[in-house]
């Protein structure tokens, strides 16, 4: 099994509330059930108010490598994904379990 952590940090004048971004959201959270790899899916809005934390968080598990690089490829991951790149940066951790 392995975990696929993200966090992500929204650019600098973005907002939660912004459409964009409720939209970027609303993709995340359709992905399960559409990526057929995801075995565990969560994905949430941070509450922690530390200087050092991220603003939105995703924790997921596939089955093994090759599952991982299918849901990475996947066209509803890849099409999240992409609006998110239009407001926020990220890093991820991808781990064994």
Not at 46 to 69: E, G, M, Q, T, W
Request: glycine share 4%; aromatic share 12%.
């Amino acid at each position: 099994m392995i975990r696929h952590l993200v966090l992500f940090k929204l650019n600098e004048g973005v907002e939660r509330d912004e459409p964009r971004v409720v939209a970027g959201v609303e993709a995340f959270r359709a992905l399960e059930g559409q990526v057929p790899e995801l075995v565990q899916w969560e994905c949430a809005w941070n509450i922690s108010d530390r200087p050092i934390a991220y603003d939105f968080a995703i924790n997921s598990a596939v089955a093994d490598r090759d599952a991982l690089k299918r849901y990475l490829e996947h066209p509803a991951h890849q099409a999240a994904a992409g609006q998110w790149r239009a407001f926020a940066t990220w890093v991820i951790a991808d781990y064994e379990i």
